[in-house]
T-cell receptor, first 115, second 112 residues
Framework: DTGVSQDPRHKITKRGQNVTFRCDPISEHNRLYWYRQTLGQGPEFLTY????????KSRLLSDRFSAERPKGSFSTLEIQRTEQGDSAMYLC?????????????FGSGTRLTVV | GNSVTQMEGPVTLSEEAFLTINCTYT??????LFWYVQYPGEGLQLLLK?????DKGSNKGFEATYRKETTSFHLEKGSVQVSDSAVYFCALRTDSSYKLIFGSGTRLLVRP
């Protein structure tokens, strides 16, 4: 197992374009989380899946953001009509329900730059 | 609401110096507390945790004690190394949610 993988590592896009990020969690982990981290700040929670069900969404997740986990394995995060304020590091993490107290395993993130 | 406050960085120390990074929290109920570390170019890694009052989490020479009376979870290490240079995040998870709430992070620079 190679941990949590995120793709791409970096994405530069023009304002108004749509972007999609992918996260592959640790294979046996049934929980998957998306966070956003801006420069000099700690990660902020965006959304959470248990298997394929999206159970919680932050108010930070505007209508332009959508996340899916169609088969309870990998997940995608799409941002439509990107804005400069969307520039950030997008982090994915996963955990196994029975070991939730051990915290999460994070991926290395996708850095989005909107120009 | 629930929140975590960390001391601002950067914290610059010489090798073998003693480290303290302060962390205080506001939360309802009895949260679990965590320290994560982020090395340059890498993802966040769990450093240590504590799940109830007076618990001490420890790992790689780092320690933190869950102090409910002062709502604190300060990170300490007796002798830092250059390889400890990283950004350290304090975080909590309440017992009613699965999400982590992070502080803003403290950058540690250790000079040889």
């Amino acid at each position: 197992d190679t941990g949590v993988s995120q793709d791409p590592r970096h994405k530069i896009t023009k304002r108004g374009q749509n972007v999609t990020f992918r996260c592959d969690p640790i294979s046996e982990h049934n929980r998957l989380y998306w966070y956003r981290q801006t420069l000099g700040q700690g990660p902020e929670f965006l959304t959470y899946f248990q298997n394929e069900a999206q159970l919680e969404k932050s108010r930070l997740l505007s209508d332009r953001f959508s996340a899916e986990r169609p088969k309870g394995s990998f997940s995608t995060l799409e941002i439509q009509r990107t804005e400069q304020g969307d520039s950030a590091m997008y982090l994915c993490a996963s955990s196994l329900e029975s070991t939730g107290e051990d915290g999460y395993t994070f991926g290395s993130g996708t850095r989005l730059t909107v120009v | 609401g629930n929140s975590v406050t960390q001391m601002e960085g950067p914290v610059t120390l010489s090798e073998e110096a003693f480290l303290t990074i302060n962390c205080t929290y506001t939360a309802t109920g009895y949260p679990s507390l965590f320290w994560y570390v982020q090395y340059p170019g890498e993802g966040l890694q769990l450093l240590l945790k504590a799940t109830k009052a007076d618990d001490k989490g420890s790992n790689k020479g780092f320690e933190a004690t869950y102090r409910k009376e002062t709502t604190s979870f300060h990170l300490e290490k007796g002798s830092v190394q250059v390889s400890d240079s990283a950004v350290y995040f304090c975080a909590l998870r309440t017992d009613s949610s699965y999400k982590l709430i992070f502080g803003s992070g403290t950058r540690l620079l250790v000079r040889p």
